[in-house]
């Protein structure tokens, strides 16, 4: 298929994009200052009409903090580094096995034994090295959340056990952070945006505790399709930059559930709980 841009886009197409728009998030023009390189980078950004020079600014500017560098982690962090995200944070105490490298796209042969974060920033930093990539190799724990969180825009929940999720999500709440949260099991994928903070759902509204232990398997009990962690990490990318730069409409609100088996795609309303316990 033939590209709509080529790589000599012409300076001046890019320049009539660059011009700074009005957007709910920003009403005063603001300063640019892309280099030339920039320019090129993103250019196939920058040519968006929904996104043009503002939405590219917005995108520098913003400061998104990943939790799991795994299967989501992955695509997620290499995803937003290419889009050009200011700084991105990544939390992860593990290290690399074998047995990652079946989905874990960020890492290869030569990361085994060596810690995830360090991994996935060096891959980031190979697509772009204009962002900003900070390592936390540490378990998210109630000791460490709220300083965590408290550095970052936007909060991605990719990590694999319901213990972190709820503690990230009950953080979030708190600090008044949007979250934007994905889930993977065999053949199926979750996706959701939590902003409570604007009146939305917060994720005990969905589930308010915790499932029984042993009631739901972990991925190294019941498997799952690498390329699922592709496509839900990659949308949660996607998510991350519409909550950023303001286009199309949040995803806040619903529950989106992906089963590859079927290739069907369900987009379920979730509503807000007046008697939640963390946001009601």
Same mark, same amino acid.
């Given at each position: 298929?033939?590209?709509?841009?080529?790589?000599?886009?012409? /300076? $001046?197409?890019?320049?009539?994009?660059?011009?700074?728009?009005?957007?709910?998030?920003?009403? &005063? =023009?603001? $300063? !640019?200052?892309?280099?030339?390189?920039?320019?090129?980078?993103?250019?196939?950004?920058?040519?968006?009409? $929904?996104?043009?020079?503002?939405?590219? =600014?917005?995108? @520098?500017?913003?400061?998104?903090?990943?939790?799991?560098?795994?299967?989501?982690?992955?695509?997620?962090?290499?995803?937003?580094?290419?889009?050009?995200?200011?700084?991105?944070?990544?939390?992860?105490?593990?290290?690399?096995?074998?047995?990652?490298?079946? /989905?874990?796209?960020?890492?290869?042969?030569?990361?085994?034994?060596?810690? @995830?974060?360090?991994?996935?920033? $060096?891959? =980031?930093?190979?697509?772009?090295?204009?962002?900003?990539?900070?390592?936390?190799?540490?378990?998210?724990?109630?000791?460490?959340?709220?300083?965590?969180?408290? %550095?970052?825009?936007?909060?991605?929940?990719? #990590? %694999?056990? !319901? =213990?972190?999720? !709820?503690?990230?999500?009950?953080?979030?709440?708190?600090?008044?952070?949007?979250?934007?949260?994905?889930?993977?099991?065999? !053949?199926?994928?979750?996706?959701? #945006?939590?902003?409570?903070?604007?009146?939305?759902?917060?994720? /005990?509204?969905?589930? *308010?505790?915790?499932?029984?232990?042993?009631?739901?398997?972990?991925?190294?009990?019941?498997?799952?399709?690498?390329?699922? #962690?592709?496509?839900?990490?990659?949308?949660?990318?996607?998510?991350?930059?519409? &909550?950023?730069?303001?286009?199309? @409409?949040?995803?806040?609100?619903?529950?989106?559930?992906?089963?590859?088996?079927?290739?069907?795609? /369900? @987009?379920?309303?979730?509503?807000?709980?007046?008697?939640? *316990?963390?946001?009601?």
């Amino acid at each position: 298929m033939a590209t709509l841009l080529q790589t000599d886009t012409p /300076r $001046e197409v890019l320049s009539a994009r660059l011009a700074p728009r009005q957007t709910h998030i920003i009403s &005063e =023009a603001m $300063e !640019f200052n892309f280099s030339e390189d920039e320019i090129q980078r993103y250019a196939r950004h920058i040519l968006l009409r $929904e996104l043009g020079g503002t939405g590219q =600014a917005l995108i @520098k500017e913003a400061k998104v903090l990943i939790v799991g560098a795994g299967g989501l982690g992955s695509p997620l962090a290499l995803y937003l580094a290419a889009a050009g995200v200011g700084t991105i944070g990544l939390v992860d105490e593990d290290v690399v096995e074998l047995s990652n490298l079946q /989905r874990q796209i960020a890492h290869g042969m030569s990361d085994i034994g060596r810690p @995830k974060v360090s991994s996935a920033a $060096e891959s =980031a930093a190979r697509i772009n090295p204009l962002v900003r990539v900070v390592a936390h190799q540490e378990r998210l724990a109630a000791a460490n959340v709220a300083a965590l969180v408290a %550095d970052y825009d936007i909060i991605c929940d990719g #990590t %694999d056990n !319901f =213990a972190t999720r !709820f503690l990230l999500a009950d953080a979030c709440v708190a600090a008044r952070k949007t979250l934007i949260s994905a889930a993977v099991l065999r !053949f199926e994928g979750q996706l959701a #945006t939590f902003k409570p903070h604007e009146g939305g759902p917060c994720y /005990r509204c969905l589930y *308010p505790e915790p499932p029984p232990e042993g009631l739901v398997p972990a991925c190294s009990e019941a498997g799952v399709l690498g390329a699922v #962690t592709g496509v839900m990490g990659t949308l949660q990318a996607t998510e991350v930059l519409k &909550e950023i730069t303001g286009v199309g @409409k949040s995803l806040a609100g619903y529950l989106l559930v992906w089963n590859a088996l079927d290739a069907e795609f /369900r @987009k379920i309303r979730l509503k807000k709980d007046p008697q939640c *316990p963390v946001c009601g």
